[in-house]
């Protein structure tokens, strides 16, 4: 392609309103927080254990990273190939212990992260976060919900101490850390009794809410789910639980698109909660037949939600990426999802919005479906090719090189 397509691109576009230098530098300026875990599995630098609490990655593509070193030079490489600035979103399992001393999770302090503030300073990023509730010899199903006090004490423990790594990140990086909340607490059958475990959990995260976190510093976000491997019939934390705990507590929800029925059209939750808390959170998934986290695709469910976040404000939105593809390769992984879901924020901010709403408004249905429609065949592809080329990348596929040079030379040599 070459710049006279893009000027074509660019008067098609301007046509109908829609000024594609502003989409270019509005794209350019929304950041996506890249998951640290696709990097490896889920399975962070504490133990062996792999990822449970009823979360699965399937596959054994070689050159999974196993120290943080290995991890981080990765992170670079997929960030090499995603045009823009992003973040990084850690896990409390990704530790790292400098002086070699482990610590359980409810003592990890700040400085286990320093590594990774180091990281992110260097490379003017900032960084988000997650406490881990699971792959945990004390998270057996139960965790902040669970009947066993001890158990519970423990993991509020860390929820605690997570608040004050995020607030340290948000410090430390002069920018907002969010940090999310998800336990894998549920059943595999039916509970007799459902309100005892929601009662515990919400009087759970009671306490660790109390801690009087800089909201200046830290953005904490709940995260909802309908099932997990091994805890189908029901979860403590499911949406409704989250949507009334986050409503009362002023906190936000984060919508992971794969936690809900399969087809919940999950873009539509969005302005409803947008109208109460004027944020929404997101993990950007791909459910396929159940909550699989494959890598996402520039598919309508991906399309849907860039156009709410588009139309209400990228500004209003935390946009995360959480899928772990072990059976492909996983930097590709990581760099074809980011750039999915930049693809579909262009798309969106291409809209001419205020032309569709007042087709909706004067109810000229019929021209809204047409001119919706037709915006489908509209040449994105030029304009795409403008963003990539603008920020020294490959538009296509032949980023996909650079991925197979590096996985020569650097994955298949980790074995
Ligand atoms: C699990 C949740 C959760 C995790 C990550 C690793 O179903 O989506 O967000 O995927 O925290
Ligand atoms: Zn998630």
């Known amino acids: 392609m070459s710049k006279a397509t893009y000027e074509a691109a660019r008067k098609q576009y301007a046509r109908i309103g829609v000024d594609t230098e502003k989409a270019l530098a509005s794209l350019a300026a929304i950041p996506i927080s890249m998951h640290c875990w696709q990097g490896d599995d889920v399975g962070g630098f504490e133990n062996d254990l792999g990822a449970s609490g009823g979360i699965?990655?399937?596959?054994?593509?070689?050159?999974?990273?196993?120290?943080?070193?290995?991890?981080?030079?990765?992170?670079?490489?997929?960030f090499s190939l995603i045009p823009g600035r992003h973040r990084l979103n850690l896990h409390a399992c990704y530790a790292v212990f400098e002086d070699g001393k482990k610590v359980d999770r409810d003592k990890l302090e700040p400085k286990h992260f320093r590594a990774w503030v180091d990281f992110a300073k260097k490379?003017?990023?900032?960084?988000?976060?997650?406490?881990?509730?699971?792959?945990?010899?004390?998270?057996?199903?139960?965790?902040?919900a669970s009947e066993d006090p001890r158990v519970r004490a423990f993991w509020i423990r860390?929820?605690?101490?997570?608040?004050k790594i995020a607030e340290y990140f948000g410090k430390e990086l002069g920018s907002p850390c969010g940090v999310n909340f998800w336990v894998p607490d549920g059943f595999k059958d039916d509970p007799t009794d459902r309100f005892g475990p929601r009662k515990r959990?919400?009087?759970?995260?009671?306490k660790i809410f109390k801690y009087r976190y800089n909201k200046k510093l830290c953005v904490p976000t709940i995260e909802s789910k309908l099932f997990g491997i091994g805890v189908e019939s029901c979860t403590p934390g499911?949406?409704?639980f989250y949507l009334c705990y986050a409503m009362k507590n002023n906190l936000l929800c984060l919508l992971d698109t794969g936690h809900f029925h399969i087809s919940e059209n999950v873009a539509d939750k969005i302005s409803s909660l947008m109208l109460f808390s004027g944020k929404v959170a997101f993990h950007v998934s791909r459910p396929v037949r159940w909550d699989s986290d494959h890598v996402i695709r520039f598919n309508d469910d991906v399309r849907a939600c860039a156009h709410e976040i588009?139309?209400?404000?990228?500004?209003?939105?935390?946009?995360?990426l959480d899928y772990f593809d072990a059976s492909i390769n996983r930097i590709a992984a990581w760099v074809l999802g980011m750039r999915n879901m930049q693809k579909a924020l262009l798309e969106a901010l291409l809209e001419p919005t205020k032309t569709l709403v007042g087709l909706q408004n004067a109810r000229q249905y019929t021209e809204q479906l047409v001119l919706q429609e037709e915006l489908k065949t509209y040449p994105l592809a030029a304009v795409w090719e403008e963003f990539c080329s603008r920020a020294g990348l490959p538009a296509d596929e032949s980023w996909m090189k650079d991925v197979l040079d590096y996985e020569q030379k650097v994955l298949l040599a980790r074995k």
């Open 310 to 320: 588009v139309r209400l404000g990228p500004k209003n939105f935390l946009i995360a």
């Open 158 to 163: 860390h929820g605690i101490q997570c608040l």
């Open 201 to 206: 959990l919400k009087e759970s995260y009671d």
């Open 123 to 144: 490379r003017r990023i900032g960084l988000d976060f997650n406490p881990t509730f699971f792959s945990h010899p004390l998270a057996d199903g139960l965790t902040l």
């Open 238 to 240: 499911s949406h409704e």
């Open 56 to 78: 699965q990655t399937t596959g054994n593509y070689p050159g999974k990273a196993r120290t943080p070193a290995e991890l981080m030079a990765d992170i670079d490489k997929a």
